[in-house]
T-cell receptor, first 114, second 113 residues
């Protein structure tokens, strides 16, 4: 069974631009979460989607948004990029929202904002 | 609130040495606890987990015991290998915030031959 896939793997943007990252969960998984990983802040939760609805949201500004499609694939968008948005963005999927469900991570998209 | 604190790195050990990475947590209710490992250039992989007090999670020679009385979930391995070099993350999943995950800042481990 294929794992969580994220595209693109690497991205370079300039300040003020916007970016869209994509995540394809493991087949049969309906929950997708996004995290930002930086050396200073570690892993911070962005949001979680289940059945095309946002179920949880972390403490990030409105420039960070996401959505989930009917096939469970998810995208996250960052508008008006800032230098501080440079990070590894990780997507994770799990089968459902039950507490016992294990979360599986993708390899991440590394975003550099110049 | 919910949070995870793990020991600062980096940690450097010789092959076959004993490993301990400390992790303590703050949570409301009864969280599940996890250790994830991240190898260079890759995403996080689940290493082990424990879902209730006194549970011991184990995998690939690594162990961690869910200690509610000390709010700890320390990672241990009796004899590390060069291939264990990676960054280790302690995490909890909280019941009071919609099953959201909270991660520690990660501990980098380098094992030298």
């Amino acid at each position: 069974k294929a794992g969580v896939t994220q595209t693109p793997r690497y991205l370079i943007k300039t300040r003020g631009q916007q970016v869209t990252l994509s995540c394809s969960p493991i087949s049969g998984h309906r929950s997708v979460s996004w995290y930002q990983q930086t050396p200073g802040q570690g892993l911070q939760f962005l949001f979680e989607y289940f059945s095309e609805t946002q179920r949880n949201k972390g403490n990030f500004p409105g420039r960070f948004s996401g959505r989930q499609f009917s096939n469970s694939r998810s995208e996250m968008n960052v508008s008006t990029l800032e230098l501080g948005d440079s990070a590894l963005y990780l997507c994770a999927s799990r089968r459902g929202q039950a507490f016992k469900e294990t979360q599986y991570f993708g390899p991440g998209t590394r975003l550099l904002v110049l | 609130g919910n949070s995870v604190t793990q020991m600062e790195g980096p940690v450097t050990l010789s092959e076959e040495a004993f490993l301990t990475i400390n992790c303590t947590y703050t949570a409301t209710g009864y969280p599940s606890l996890f250790w994830y490992v991240q190898y260079p250039g890759e995403g996080l992989q689940l290493l082990l987990k424990a879902t209730k007090a006194d549970d011991k999670g184990s995998n690939k020679g690594f162990e961690a015991t869910y200690r509610k009385e000390t709010t700890s979930f320390h990672l241990e391995k009796g004899s590390v290998q060069v291939s264990d070099s990676a960054v280790y993350f302690c995490a909890l999943r909280a019941t009071n915030t919609g099953n959201q995950f909270y991660f520690g800042t990660g501990t980098s481990l380098t094992v030298i031959p």
